[in-house]
């Protein structure tokens, strides 16, 4: 298996976690959130992996300085696309790809991110969606398809007509993709939206436009796609993680 850069999305504060520790420093099992995220991604081929850190930056340095990752900063908040941006001098465009994850992300298992870095390989996708689909999409970006089932684009809830507000596949937040087209895209984002933000999402539009291919893998176990922005969801997300034993 090639190896393969990895990103991990991990400046938020965690507001309404009720704590005054960055969100990713909060505790599943013993371990900050975090550490879990790097594990996986380390145990899946990562070579290279960047923290992109804003809250409390030195504590979280100071929390993953044991697993040899690298950091970039976001001093402020701009959204997705914004926080990939900063780490943009830590991508060799001549190398082959680029792992996006998010660091409150924890249940992710290796298993999916091999999958979906095999539908990324095979489909020689400038980028591949970790998706899931949910009873109740409220809140999350739906995945628009095309007749022939290719993504066409990613439309975020501020920003869905009626008719995409149905649909019931939703993006995760976790990508490959080639590191030469993320390069380019990343130069093209503006933050013409709803929420006045640069939002990673758009680069799939982008990619469509240039008419390069957008491929999907639906996650088997939904529970993998968890993130986490309470302290309720922390609690539930850590029952998941101990009964899998």
Do not use: C, W
Request: glycine residues 6%; hydrophobic residues 40%; negative net charge.
């Amino acid at each position: 298996m090639q190896s393969f850069t990895t990103l991990i999305l991990a400046a938020g504060k965690g507001t309404r976690m009720k704590s005054d520790l960055a969100k990713v420093l909060n505790e599943m099992a013993g371990k900050p959130l975090v550490h879990h995220v790097i594990k996986a991604a380390k145990e899946s081929g990562s070579e290279k992996i960047v923290l992109i850190i804003g809250h409390q930056a030195d504590r979280v340095k100071e929390s993953t300085a044991e697993f040899g990752v690298f950091y970039a900063l976001q001093e402020e908040q701009l959204g997705t696309g914004h926080a990939v941006m900063q780490a943009k001098n830590f991508v060799d465009e001549e190398e082959n790809d680029v792992l996006v994850l998010l660091g409150d992300v924890p249940l992710i298992t290796v298993e999916t991110l091999q999958n979906l870095y095999e539908v990324h390989k095979n489909t020689d996708a400038s980028a591949t969606i970790l998706t899931a689909v949910l009873e109740d999409s409220t809140g999350y970006g739906r995945i628009i398809r095309n007749s022939g089932s290719s993504v066409e684009k990613i439309v975020e809830q501020k920003d869905a007509s009626e008719a995409e507000l149905e649909v019931k596949e939703i993006n995760s937040g976790i990508f490959f993709f080639k590191a030469k087209d993320l390069s380019e895209a990343l130069g093209m984002l503006t933050s013409e939206n709803a929420q006045n933000e640069y939002y990673l999402t758009d680069t799939v539009e982008i990619f469509k436009k240039a008419n390069k291919v957008v491929s999907a893998y639906i996650v088997k176990d939904i529970n993998e796609t968890h993130g986490i922005n309470t302290v309720e969801q922390l609690k539930n997300v850590e029952q998941i993680f101990l009964a899998r034993g």
